[in-house]
Each structure stands twice: as structure tokens, then as C-alpha cells.
């Protein structure tokens, strides 16, 4: 449990640089733009970090990245680290944050990601899956989580017209939000309407490939409370990483998501009932609706209809991914989701917030359903 | 063997100690799994030990390879240039009657498939040297 431990800990800080196409901005920048941001927002500056953890690019994969980018800040951290469980190693790093903190080894900790897959390479992205999958003409994510997404729909009954609400409702949250790349709302026939990539997935179906950077700002409640921003708390966290080949696991359509969910709900004493919004890692349609039914949260195969019905959208039961999620604000891998609960349970949300909430949730996924992470943050303070 | 894959050559994987006798398996028109005397199952990709068990202890044995359909997509984007003049095109997630699940493309199909129809090997010759597994319908 979160509360067993010595003290609570918060995110102070949160910054992030433009979405979707930043040409001249290098991959370590991102990370340092990003820093700075969050450094900033948490009135902290360089010389109050002791930490530096961050997600590898996605688009490459280099080596010593973390203390590269903890040079670019002119940082000599004791603690510094990069975690490979790609789009949940944003959460993964939060854990470890913690943990560092707790054993008494760093007390500000910086974690970030960010990347140039749109201006810079973007190779990485349509790479051939699963062994020998390229003989077999399995390129990219894309067409790995339709294979994931067609089974779902065969097991459960999840239906197309469904998939398009998801993209449908993040789309509508977006046109709210200035930093998003996609802010125009679009229709189920536009969504049909939008080319095929690898059916069951339109066009719309798919996150958007982006570059980007995001960072967010860790340290205990204590130190919080010098700070001017109202401190978002890390109330519980979980992981369950499914690993393998997706299509050779015993059940393919299914991610980490309800044993990480568990365990997050558990860690942070709440019931799925007592969440008030989620930012979930939306990289295809098909997540969000697996990831809510694993969570619990509905049935298993009431996800689609839970969003058709509109009860995702602002305003609704429960709002998901408020500022448009990688689908429509960025298709980076999911620091951002963060950043937008941590604004939510601020408060800073403009036309986009949701009413007065007091728990959130961020969901985060790697691979091709291979990694998932979830936490539980909220604005309550003792 | 024809022209349509004369650009497949660049995606098959390298053939090396673990994984030859199912390359040449195909090449002499037969579909070969790795066997585990440890525990009885038939494993793909080919490994120096059964995932399933551990044991170091396996054999390689000609396998019927029919199956049924897991899942598939309908590929339209032009991820490679070997896939162009075939697109929109299947692949498939095929469960083996034999064990494993194989990942295999479906191609010139005459009518689109559905979960749960059943498949058989398709050996397709790329060059002199080489022939990959696809699948196409029972029939």
C-alpha cells in the first residue's frame, strides 16, 4: 500500500514542448525543453534536481540516455536511469522516482521523455513484428493491434461503429485544447470515410506519429508544500507487463491492464468506482475500450458501448482523455497523459475541465500490448 | 517460384544453427516444428531450449501445419515494396492444430476469410534457394 510508506509523494511540476512537427528541435532537446518547462511550473530550477530518469526515443535507442540528457541540464544527478517497458516506462520511471526518494537517495527527481519521430527518423515505427513477421507482411504497430483489435471484437462483440466513438469523443476533447495537433471534430461517416490502413483500423483508428517532449517534476509532500502549485498526489501504482509475442500468449486480445489495474486500485485503497476522470494511453481505438473492461471499470464488452453511449465525454459519468489523447492532442508515448490528469486535478483545464475532480487515472502501454502500467493520482492532501 | 516475389528475398530471416531445419523443411515442401521430449509440445520460433519447460532436450518433427484462423487484418498501407502489387492483402494469425500460432500472409485470396475458417499450409518458393509458409484455405 502507497500510505504504508514513510511519506506521500507528488508531482510539483509539469511542462511539455509543441506537439506534432518541431523540425530543428533535436531529441535531446525535447527532454531539456520539457525539464525546463516542468522546473518551472514547479518554481524549482536546475540545482534542486538530484534525479534524472527517462523513457528511451522511440525512434532510435541510445545508449546512456539519461545521463546525456542530464548533462544537456548541466545536472550531476545521484540518481539517473532509463527504463525500457516503452510506452509505460512513464509510469515504470515513477515507481522508481519514488522508490529513490524514499530510500533516501535523491529528494527532486526529473523525469521525462521526448523524441523527433516526425521530423527525424521515423523507421523505428513501421519495422516488421513478431520474429519473421516481415515474410508474413506484418509491418508496423498499426497492424499488430488490428490483429489484437479483431479478436477483441470477435470474443466480446465490440463493434466498428464503436471503435469510431472512441476516436470520436478524444477528438471532440481535443478541439478544446490549443496544445492538440487534431482539434477538428469529425463524423462516424468521415471516420468510415478516412482510408484503411490494415482493417479493422481506419486512418482514424491510429495516434498520429509526433514529435514532442514532456516532462513532469517528483518530491514529497513536505517539500511540496514550499512550492506555489497545488501538489498532485501519487496515491497508488501498478504493473503487469504480458510480455510476450502478442498473437503467442494464451490470450491475445487482453493487455496487462487487470492485474495492473488491481494493484494500482489496491496500492491506492480505492475502488474503481471512486475514480472521476482517466487519461488512458489510447494508441488505437481498440485500448481504451480493452483497457476500461480489464480495468473493471465496465464489463468486458460493454467498453464500446460505455463510449457510444457518451459517458466518456466531459461532462459525462466518466470523462476520458480529456485533451484528446495520443489519438488527437499527440501521438506521443503517453508522458503527456500525465501531464493533462496532473492539470485536471489542478484545475487549469479552461472550456475541457472536468467538474471538480478529486481522483484520476493514467493508464500507459507499451509494445504491442506487451507492457501496461497504471496509476492513481489525486488533489486530496492529508 | 515467380517474379510477383522476387523482392520477398530481404524479409526472410537468416538462416542459422537453431532455425535451419525449418527452412529447409520448407524448401523440401514440409513444415517442421521443433518437438520437446520433455514435455510433448511443439514450439515456433525455434529456440536451444522448450520455452514451456526448459529442457534442452528437443527433436524436430514434420508437422501436418493445418489450422484454423486466430485473426487477420486486410493490409492497404505500403509498408514494403515485396507486398505492393499484392495489396490490399491478408495476413493471418493462424492457430496450428500442431501447437504454435503462426504468422503468415494470405495471399490472392478469392473471397475474405473469417475467424475460425479452416487453413492449410501454403508453401510458397521465393528463389532457388528459398520457400516461406503462407496459408490459404481449406479446400
Known sequence: MMKDLKQRYCIVGVGHTAYGKNPGVSQIAHNVLAIRAALDDASLTTDDVDGVLTKAPSSTFPMLWAPKIAEALRIQP???????????????????????????????VAISYGD???????ASYARARGGDGAVAGLFGAPSSYAMAARRRMYEYGTTKEQLAYVAMTHRHHASMNDNAIFRDPF????????????????????????????????????????????????????????????????????????VSGKMAFESAGIKPDDVDFCEIYDCFTIVPIITLEEYGIVERGKGGEFYQEGHTRIGGKLPCNTSGGLLSETGMPGTQLVVEAVRQLRGECGDRQVDNPETGLVSQQGGILTTHATMILSNKGA | ?????????????????????????????????????????????????????????????????????YSFIVVHQPYHAAFKSFLPYTVAIVQMDDGPRMLAAMLNLDAPINIGDRVQPHIQAINNERSVLMYEPTG
Open chain 2, 1 to 69: 517460384m515467380s517474379e510477383e516475389f522476387s523482392e520477398f528475398g530481404e524479409l526472410l530471416p537468416e538462416i542459422n544453427a537453431i532455425n535451419s531445419p525449418y527452412w529447409d523443411g520448407l524448401g523440401e515442401g514440409e513444415v517442421r516444428l521443433q518437438h520437446c521430449k520433455g514435455c510433448g509440445v511443439n514450439q515456433y520460433p525455434a529456440e536451444s531450449f522448450c520455452y514451456e519447460c526448459g529442457s534442452t532436450d528437443l527433436e524436430w518433427r514434420k508437422v501436418d501445419g493445418g489450422g484454423e484462423v
Open chain 1, 78 to 108: 545521484q540518481v539517473v536511469g532509463t527504463l525500457d517497458q516503452a510506452g509505460a516506462s512513464n509510469i515504470g520511471l515513477i515507481q522508481y522516482a519514488i522508490s529513490a526518494i524514499e530510500l533516501g537517495q535523491a529528494s527532486v
Open chain 1, 187 to 258: 463524423t462516424i461517416d468521415e471516420y468510415l470515410d478516412s482510408r484503411w490502413v490494415a482493417e479493422p483500423f481506419n486512418l482514424l483508428d491510429c495516434c498520429p506519429v509526433s514529435d514532442g517532449g514532456a516532462a513532469y517534476i517528483i518530491t514529497t509532500e513536505e517539500r511540496a508544500k514550499e512550492l506555489t502549485k497545488t501538489p498532485v498526489f501519487i496515491d497508488g501504482i501498478g504493473q503487469n507487463h504480458p510480455s510476450w509475442e502478442f498473437f503467442r500468449r494464451k490470450d491475445m486480445a487482453a493487455s496487462g491492464a487487470a
Open chain 1, 116 to 122: 523527433n519521430p516526425r521530423t527525424g527518423s521515423r
